[in-house]
């Protein structure tokens, strides 16, 4: 009779933690809604030694390519929801489209495609970490290449 | 010899509290049977005595033990030092029967963990904690395109050049070749 | 075989509750009776009286036997007493609640309250006597009276000299013997 009352007992606050967390658990199962996807335009040169500051958090990042010279042209975010696209103006009649396609275990699944005028470029898949970035360059601009920061956070 | 009403009169109240040696204790006593005003005075002393202690035994005949102890025993089990209110706490709760409460704790504590993972974008045991982006395809239209991954920075490059096709206006001095990487 | 006090007092420093619960027993209502006739207030009397097995719980493994242990279980009953009643500065009015509630209970319940009082009023006139006596007083006319404790236990009780127990005792038993003259 005591170990029936315990039990019991111990059922109220297992059903009250499961009815908390089911919700929970159901709004993780449904995963974030929307990719908040951010790119910044750089410009990489070896005509001057200049390294503009507001790329310091990734100079360690922009070493590996080996140009002298670094400037943020522009930058842009956008909010796509998933398996829809989000379409960026990159310099010198260039677009640049992502499409967030999935996320799995920590790690979102961007289609990038990279489009001069109406011919593409580039077309690729990339498996990022949330809030991770990569590199895309190589895109000649006014004596230097176009580098691209592309990152991904999902929301 | 016999003792005078006043000598007795100092030793009544000890001869009534049995504080007198025995030789003085039998003197007080012959005296008190000859002598009815000294006899009077025992008595009321006695009388004195036995009405107080009545009047407090009626006032103190409904005290059980019962609540009595169970009250001190509460307030002893309060004042015990921490260490041994924990200790009687631990024995306490780890009875075998009172252990069920663990179990939906456990439960509920490893599915907080699992499903953090989930809830918490970047925490967690799971896989893919690494910066480095994974390319899974790559299409370069024809270009020549190479893909580099730096772990010490965690950087992956996606390179395309462009200038084999000598298409851009810069396209002669934008070749990274071994320029890059 | 029932054990002295001496003995349980030692299963009690050897942490054992229930011999702690079994001096309980022994003295609990002689220690109500002794708090009550210093206090002369039946609600105060049991809160003294259980804080007084309380300090004596805490207290118990410094008690080395030296002397009996209801003396000392005493000394402790009746320094909170006087303590309890010094910090409480009851008006004497306010000690006379209760007697005629109890007494009245008695009579209910169809026994006759004092076996040897005279009557109800002796009861009533005692305890307004009682009143008047300091709680110094009180305590050694309890002691002596109710509990028939020598002058020398009396005196290791208070901490007081055997004079000082026979000059008090004498004082407290003038002055009711004053208050309840007619009754006597």
Redesign the interface.
């Known amino acids: 009779m005591?170990?029936l009352t315990?039990?019991l007992?111990?059922?109220i606050?297992?059903s009250l933690?499961?009815a908390l967390?089911i919700p929970?658990?159901d709004?993780?199962?449904k995963?974030?809604q929307t990719v908040q996807v951010s790119i910044g335009t750089i410009l990489a040169s070896?005509e001057s030694d200049n390294f503009d500051p507001r790329l310091s958090k990734m100079k360690?990042?922009l070493?590996?390519?080996?140009?002298r010279s670094y400037r943020l042209l522009r930058e842009q975010v956008q909010k796509a929801p998933w398996q829809s696209s989000a379409a960026f103006e990159i310099p010198?009649g260039r677009s640049l489209t992502v499409i967030p396609e999935g996320y799995r275990?920590?790690?979102l699944?961007l289609k990038v495609r990279?489009l001069q005028g109406e011919?593409?470029?580039?077309?690729?898949?990339?498996?990022?970490?949330?809030?991770?970035?990569?590199?895309?360059?190589?895109?000649?601009?006014?004596?230097?290449?176009l580098i691209l920061s592309i990152s991904a956070t999902?929301q | 010899m016999k003792m005078h009403c006043e000598e007795v009169q100092r030793s009544l109240e000890a001869w009534l509290d049995r504080e007198l040696n025995q030789s003085e204790a039998e003197r007080v006593g012959s005296h008190l049977l000859e002598c009815p005003l000294c006899s009077e005075d025992r008595r009321q002393l006695e009388h004195l005595q036995d009405a107080l202690r009545n009047s407090l035994e009626v006032r103190a005949s409904g005290l059980a033990f019962e609540p009595f102890w169970s009250e001190v025993r509460r307030r002893i089990l309060e004042q015990k030092p921490w260490h041994v209110q924990f200790l009687d706490w631990v024995r306490f709760t780890l009875y075998p029967?009172?252990l069920?409460?663990a179990?939906?704790?456990v439960?509920?504590f490893l599915?907080?963990i699992l499903?953090l993972?989930?809830?918490v974008?970047?925490w967690?045991l799971?896989?893919?904690?690494?910066?480095?982006?994974?390319?899974?395809?790559?299409?370069?239209?024809g270009?020549n395109?190479a893909v580099?991954r730096?772990s010490k920075?965690?950087?992956?490059?996606?390179?395309?050049?462009?200038?084999q096709e000598g298409e851009?206006?810069?396209?002669d001095?934008?070749?990274?070749g071994d320029?890059?990487? | 075989m029932e054990l002295s006090d001496w003995e349980l007092v030692q299963k009690c420093q050897a942490g054992e509750i229930a011999a702690f619960q079994e001096l309980v027993v022994r003295y609990y209502h002689k220690v109500f009776l002794v708090v009550l006739g210093v206090l002369n207030h039946q609600e105060d009397a049991l809160e003294v009286a259980q804080e007084t097995f309380l300090r004596a719980y805490k207290k118990i493994k410094g008690f080395r036997g030296g002397s009996a242990f209801y003396t000392w279980l005493y000394r402790i009953a009746v320094n909170l007493s006087i303590d309890f009643q010094r910090r409480q500065k009851r008006s004497p009015m306010e000690f006379r609640e209760t007697l005629d509630d109890v007494i009245d209970e008695r009579e209910e319940s169809g026994r006759d309250p004092f076996c040897s009082l005279q009557s109800k009023e002796i009861g009533k006139k005692l305890v307004a006597a009682i009143d008047d006596l300091t709680p110094d007083h009180r305590a050694v006319i309890v002691m002596r009276a109710v509990e028939g404790l020598s002058y020398k236990d009396i005196s290791r009780i208070l901490g007081c000299s055997e004079g000082t127990v026979m000059s008090r005792l004498h004082y407290a038993r003038k002055k009711l013997q004053e208050k309840l003259g007619p009754f006597l």
Do not use: C
């Open positions: 005591k170990l315990s039990l007992r111990a059922t606050p297992f933690s499961l967390l929970m658990l709004a993780a199962e995963g974030p070896n360690s990042q070493e590996v390519i080996k140009y010198g275990n920590n790690r699944s990279l011919k593409p470029l580039l077309d690729t898949t990339v498996q990022l970490r949330n809030r991770g970035n990569f590199l895309l360059g190589g895109p000649a601009h006014e004596g230097g290449v999902t | 029967a009172r069920t409460w179990i939906p704790v439960i509920v599915l907080l499903s993972e989930q809830l974008p970047g967690g799971g896989p893919g904690t690494s910066n480095l982006a994974a390319v899974e395809s790559i299409d370069g239209h270009l395109v580099f730096e920075t965690k950087t992956t490059v996606i390179w395309i050049f462009q200038n851009d206006e810069a396209a001095e934008s070749a990274p320029n890059t990487f």
